[in-house]
């Protein structure tokens, strides 16, 4: 709303500084200070309304050192997430931009499914709350939605074959990328570690017949349902210990960040040879409002814990972290970017199939790790959360580090 001002400021009156909100950059960083504000500042009047409507979390005694003495902790923290996240975004962003609408939707989707969940789990003491069905459709309905919007929407393009020429040009006088080449329609998305590293999902059904390119959103849209469901779930696994999934998923944001604002910059994406994917610039200013909520809710959610952020968090900062990938066409680094949330899973995977295969053969379950998600496994063994999340941080920023040098490592 405030860029639409300045704008009109600008435009009208020339008025002094109006000019700014035209820079990506400096509305970024507005975005990033507001929503640590809001989550800091506005983030224990939260906590405190959460207590006095009793939404405190209820802790199994699994046997696990500390965890008795959190319950009674306010759940449903991802509320601060989602409202310093959304109050920047509807302030500096461009609302009319396809991209910065997909992530709002998204954000209210999965917030609405995770408060129903944490809702039905606390008020309604369901302790199963929204039954998993129910999640994995609302899951699918964001995917398919999302699916739909990316492969039919006219302002989803990419830009390609841009010649060095072209390049110097643009350098040279400052002209308007729209002058050049044309933007076009596009399944296409990025493999990691290959020169020739852009897989056209169109491909899967051309060699057949090339008059099926048409229906390429067949394989498409499956594979935005798979991300958006896997990622989503992912985050919601690794949310056990005091704040290992907002430390660990800003991380993965801001890599997320980079490669929006580099693939939506012509010169840069030319210069570290990456899909240059129009008007997707404009998500860095949600991403810098998602960052800046994260970490000032980590001002709360770290050890020991004054709030949860619930499935309200965890599904939402899953769903967003997926999105941004696919609208980025990185969705293929998804294992190695989001790798914590992907070894949380598969230790589930592992330690319920393992148990339910010796079960069978031999009559009694037998487990792989003491516990699942991983981060339960070493507190059984005795390490305490503080070093197992500063040590999962470290090894999410050692992923973080490696996703960025695919860039360039082909």
């Not at 959190?70 to 409202?83: D, E, H, Q, R």
């Not at 350098?171 to 290959?194: D, H, M, Q, V, W």
């Not at 696994?237 to 704040?243: A, S």
């Not at 998923?249 to 490669?259: D, K, N």
Request: glycine fraction near 10%.
């Amino acid at each position: 709303m405030l860029y639409y001002l300045f704008d009109y400021l600008e435009q009208n009156f020339q008025f002094p500084g109006a000019s700014l909100f035209g820079f990506l950059s400096f509305r970024a960083a507005l975005a990033i200070l507001v929503s640590l504000l809001i989550s800091v500042t506005y983030g224990k009047r939260i906590i405190v309304f959460l207590q006095k409507k009793q939404m405190g979390e209820s802790i199994r005694d699994l046997g696990l050192q500390g965890q008795t003495e959190k319950a009674g902790t306010p759940t449903m923290g991802g509320i601060i997430i989602i409202l310093a996240t959304l109050i920047p975004v509807l302030l500096f962003a461009k609302l009319e931009n396809i991209y910065i609408i997909l992530l709002v939707v998204t954000t209210l989707w999965m917030g609405a499914i995770g408060f129903t969940d944490d809702y039905l789990k606390i008020k309604k003491k369901n302790k199963d709350g929204l039954a998993g069905k129910f999640k994995v459709i609302g899951q699918v309905g964001l995917g398919i939605f999302v699916g739909l919007v990316m492969y039919f929407h006219k302002d989803i393009t990419i830009k390609e074959e841009k010649s060095p020429e072209v390049i110097a040009q643009i350098r040279a006088t400052g002209s308007n990328e729209s002058e050049f080449k044309p933007e076009t329609k596009s399944t296409k998305t990025t493999i990691p570690f290959l020169k020739n590293n852009e897989f056209e999902y169109a491909k899967l059904l051309e060699w057949i017949n090339p008059g099926l390119k048409k229906y390429a959103w067949l394989f498409f849209i499956p594979v935005v349902i798979v991300i958006v469901t896997a990622v989503s779930n992912g985050a919601n696994l690794t949310d056990g210990i005091d704040g290992l999934a907002a430390g660990t998923s800003a991380i993965m944001v801001v890599v997320l960040g980079a490669f929006a604002w580099i693939s939506g910059n012509i010169i840069f994406s030319d210069y570290l040879n990456v899909m240059y994917i129009p008007h997707t610039g404009e998500m860095t200013i949600f991403i810098a409002a998602f960052t800046g909520a994260l970490v000032g809710f980590l001002w709360y959610n770290t050890y020991p814990a004054q709030v949860f952020m619930g499935d309200t968090g965890s599904l939402t900062i899953g769903g967003i972290i997926a999105v941004i990938a696919i609208a980025v066409r990185k969705e293929l680094l998804i294992p190695l970017l989001c790798g914590v949330f992907f070894v949380e899973t598969l230790s589930v995977i592992i330690q319920v199939s393992y148990f339910k295969y010796t079960k069978k053969k031999f009559g009694e379950g037998k487990r792989v790790f003491l516990m699942s998600p991983l981060h339960h496994h070493y507190q059984k063994k005795g390490i305490h959360e503080s070093k197992i999340v500063a040590r999962f941080w470290i090894v999410g920023i050692l992923l973080a580090i490696l996703t960025v040098v695919t860039l360039k490592l082909r």
